[in-house]
């Protein structure tokens, strides 16, 4: 198991939300971007939110206003709250760190730690 955790996953009806966290060790947290991205059968994996060291986050564009993410400096902690989920927010979702002040994007290669994923199922 690697150094980030990942959990909150589990099985929702439309319309309902989940908070997931992501623990990470205090020398990889504090001084990296971290971000959430997601991988739902069958397609590649996509960046879902990011945040800077400062506290500013990033969207990908197709997650619109329904999630948010944040950051606990105190208990090393990533977060990501979704709200009115639909089926289509199924997927394995990861945490991942690079160590940079600042975010530079979704490109995978430049996150160099990894979570194992936490299933998020959303179905009536």
């Known amino acids: 198991q690697g150094p980030l955790v990942e959990s909150g996953g589990g099985v929702v009806q439309p319309g309902e939300s989940l908070r997931l966290s992501c623990t990470a060790p205090r020398n990889i947290f504090s001084v990296s971007c971290m971000a959430w991205f997601r991988q739902a059968p069958g397609k590649e994996r996509e960046g879902v939110a990011n945040?800077?060291?400062?506290?500013?986050?990033t969207y990908a564009l197709s997650i619109e206003d329904r999630f948010t993410i944040s950051r606990d400096k105190a208990q090393n902690t990533l977060y990501l709250q979704m709200n009115n989920l639909t089926p289509e927010d199924s997927a394995m979702y990861y945490c991942?760190?690079?160590?940079?002040?600042?975010?530079?994007?979704?490109?995978?290669?430049?996150?160099?730690?990894w979570g194992q994923g936490t299933q998020v199922t959303v179905s009536s």
């Open positions: 945040i800077r060291i400062d506290g500013y986050p």
């Open positions: 991942a760190a690079d160590e940079n002040r600042y975010c530079l994007g979704f490109g995978e290669r430049a996150y160099e730690y």
